[in-house]
């Protein structure tokens, strides 16, 4: 399988591990900038250069030898399943990509038809109610993960543990596991461990948030959107990420974690 999801800077000062919705565009970034002094010009994941990555052929080899050796810090970002999954929503679902169309092309029509589900318009625009919509969506999401029906799940709503045990399975270790609530500290800690032929000040990085603007905006808390169903459908789909990430299950308002991730026990529980 290799290390896919996997970037490393072309200095190989450091490996990160790629995890949908959880500022993998700000990183991708950071990692960027931290080489070359600047910015890529446009969304990190349509860099073709300046930053190894494992869907790129000449990457896999380095990659492969650097992660294998733990020659580098590696490092990966994880964020509450519950903003996770209504962030993808409002941006795979609701949302026009930056090519101009739908995501994943029939999807949404498909979901319009098998669950219901109201987007509010071919344009992105519109109103619906969004709290029964994404309800909808969240049964989607289970079958899709759990039963794999009507499609196979999608990187975007698919669980954190899943992306993140693929570098462990293959041979690789983490260094840390930073979350995106706590990003500016986390990040600083990566930092702090390696070397950069570019110094990194996080004050003065950007938001890169290449979803932004994608979708409607959210109308109501986070809390909102969970009911006791749909509460135990994420929890049935998200269990391991909520136990090994330290986050709380049982309030959806709060978004902190609730104690620190033990590293022996991501690599024991997801190494298998």
């Known amino acids: 399988m290799g290390f896919p999801g996997t970037w490393m800077t072309t200095s190989e000062s450091v ?12 990183i991708g970034q950071i990692m960027y900038y931290s080489d070359h002094g600047e910015y890529f010009d446009g969304d990190i994941h349509d860099a073709q250069s300046g930053l190894h990555k494992w869907a790129l052929d000449g990457s896999k080899e380095p990659i492969t030898q650097n ?5 580098s810090y590696s490092f990966t970002c994880v964020r509450n399943p519950y903003t996770r999954i209504l962030s993808s929503f409002f941006d795979k679902i609701c949302g026009i990509q930056r090519n101009g169309r739908r995501y994943r092309g029939n999807l949404v029509p498909q979901l319009i038809q098998r669950y219901g589900i109201d ?7 519109g109103e619906f109610d969004q709290i029964a919509s994404f309800r909808r969506f969240l049964l989607f999401a289970r079958d899709s ?3 794999r029906k009507p499609m196979d799940p999608d990187i975007h709503w698919s669980a954190m543990s ?13 260094d840390r596991i930073i979350w995106t609530e706590e990003f500016n500290a986390g990040m600083q800690d990566v930092l702090d461990a390696i070397e950069t032929p570019h110094a990194v000040k996080l004050s003065e990085v ?3 948030n290449e979803s932004a603007g994608h979708g409607p905006k959210r109308l109501h808390p986070v809390e909102d959107y969970f009911d006791d169903l749909s509460m135990h459908l994420v929890y049935e ?36």
Do not use: M
């Open 119 to 125: 987007v509010g318009g071919p344009d992105g625009t």
């Open 145 to 147: 993960i759990r039963f």
């Open 162 to 174: 899943g992306h993140i045990s693929t570098f462990i399975v293959n041979g690789g270790t983490y």
């Open 67 to 71: 992660v294998q050796n733990h020659s």
């Open 206 to 208: 950007p938001r890169f």
């Open 237 to 272: 789909i998200y269990k391991r990420d909520f136990r090994l990430f330290r986050y709380d299950f049982e309030n959806p308002a709060n978004k902190a974690p609730l104690g620190e991730i033990d590293l022996d026990e991501v690599h024991a529980k997801l190494g298998d």
């Open 15 to 26: 490996v990160y591990r790629v995890v949908p919705k959880c500022a993998c565009s700000t």
